[in-house]
Each structure stands twice: as structure tokens, then as C-alpha cells.
């Protein structure tokens, strides 16, 4: 079945920081891949798609690459603020209203 | 839009006390899914439905009833709550195949319900 893996946290980083978060995937066909973000006390907040292969998401300063070949859409920031600490999921969707499968997240945090 | 609103914020249930975790979308949305959040644990889909009156198990259904009369709830019962369930839930929406945002599914802020 289609699943997903992501790096385990908690990511300490501090302000202005780089940040990278791999993702890698495994799916029948040609999922659609997506960052979702939680923020302390909220719901999950869609962050960047991407539907096709090479397709580039990006929102907010994060980017995201669909790698077809490595079955990877791993997350970055080029610099990274205290406000940009929070969960982040990633996730795929099959063809179609199927159910979106998700990663376990990983807890960021951001120090000044 | 209100989007996604889920009621109650927060629940705290008696071991074998049954309730109902209430979700409703004003977006027109066919596809709705339940999840529970667990720590170290990612998102468990529970029940979802891509329309009235359909419904399908997810990935953990057990001790979860669910129904969809109107395209705009969509309820999760709890029949007999154990303390395996204290966990955070999460409603979630999507509109249909062919709609100009494909797949993002919209959250509600979410559940938190305890067992004792």
C-alpha cells in the first residue's frame, strides 16, 4: 500500500537557520504530494502541493521538489523565523477523493 | 466561509459513555474524512465519505460509527468510549475531482477528548 516516511524530529534549528525535512514516498501511479503544517493548538493548514513530477510547491519561502526518480519531496527554507515553529506532515493522495496518507510529522523548533 | 468547524473543542468522557464528535462543512465539499492524532503516531484516518449517504472504514474503525445524511456533516460517534480513544480528532474536507484546487483537504482546529 501507499505510504509515507519522513525524518523524526524534534529539529532545533536556530533563527535564519537552513532548514531541510526528507520525505520520501511509496505509491502506485502518480500520487499527488503535499506539505501540511500545524501550528501549537491548531488544525493542519495545507503549506505547498505538488501534482506531477518535477513540479516545484512553494508558499511562505518553503519549496518542495517532486523527485519522481528518488520517490522523494523533501521540505526547505532557506532561513528559517521563530514563527515557523510548528508540526509539519507530509503526505500523498492517490487518483482521485482518496484518502490522503500521511507521515508521523516532525516537530520544528525555531530558537532565537 | 466558516470552512471546517468541529464541536465540541474539548471532551472528557467516562470509560463506556458513548458521544458524538460533530463536523460540518459550508463549502459544497463531497469528500470528508475523519482522523485521530496520536503523539509519535502521524494522522489515523478513522472513517471517511465522498458523498451523502457513503461511507467507507479507514485505517482504524473500530469503536466508531459514522453517517452522512447531507453533504454537509458529517458526524463521528463514539458507542463505548475507552481510554485508547483520548486522543486529538480532526474533520477534514475536500471538494470533488475536476474542482480548481485537486486533493488539498481543509481541517478543522480538532477535537480533544480524554477517557477516564
Known amino acids: 500500500g501507499n505510504s509515507v516516511t519522513q525524518m523524526e524530529g524534534p529539529v532545533t534549528l536556530s533563527e535564519e537557520a537552513f532548514l531541510t525535512i526528507n520525505c520520501t514516498y511509496t505509491?502506485?501511479?502518480?500520487?499527488?504530494l503535499f506539505w501540511y503544517v500545524q501550528y501549537p493548538g491548531e488544525g493542519l493548514q495545507l503549506l505547498l502541493k505538488?501534482?506531477?513530477?518535477?513540479d516545484k510547491g512553494s508558499n511562505k519561502g518553503f519549496e518542495a521538489t517532486y523527485r519522481k526518480e528518488t520517490t522523494s519531496f523533501h521540505l526547505e527554507k532557506g532561513s528559517v523565523q521563530v514563527s515557523d515553529s510548528a508540526v509539519y506532515f507530509c503526505?500523498?493522495?492517490?487518483?482521485?477523493?482518496?484518502?490522503?496518507?500521511f507521515g508521523k510529522g516532525t516537530r520544528l523548533s525555531v530558537i532565537a | 466561509n466558516a470552512g471546517v468547524t468541529q464541536t465540541p473543542k474539548f471532551q472528557v468522557l467516562k470509560t463506556g459513555q458513548s458521544m458524538t464528535l460533530q463536523c460540518a462543512q459550508d463549502?459544497?465539499?463531497?469528500?470528508m474524512s475523519w482522523y485521530r492524532q496520536d503523539p509519535g503516531m502521524g494522522l489515523r484516518l478513522i472513517h471517511y465519505?465522498?458523498?451523502?449517504?457513503?461511507?467507507d472504514q479507514g485505517e482504524v474503525p473500530n469503536g466508531y460509527n459514522v453517517s452522512r445524511s447531507t453533504t454537509e456533516d458529517f458526524p463521528l460517534r463514539l458507542l463505548s468510549a475507552a481510554p485508547s480513544q483520548t486522543s486529538v480528532y480532526f474533520c477534514?474536507?475536500?471538494?470533488?475531482?475536476?474542482?480548481?484546487?485537486?486533493?488539498?483537504?481543509?481541517f478543522g482546529p480538532g477535537t480533544r477528548l480524554t477517557v477516564t
Open positions: 465519505s465522498v458523498g451523502a449517504g457513503i461511507t
Open positions: 503526505a500523498l493522495s492517490d487518483s482521485g477523493n482518496t484518502p490522503l496518507v
Open positions: 477534514a474536507s475536500s471538494p470533488p475531482l475536476g474542482w480548481t484546487q485537486p486533493y488539498e483537504q481543509y
Open positions: 505538488a501534482t506531477k513530477a518535477d
Open positions: 463549502m459544497n465539499h463531497e469528500y
Open positions: 505509491a502506485t501511479g502518480y500520487p499527488s
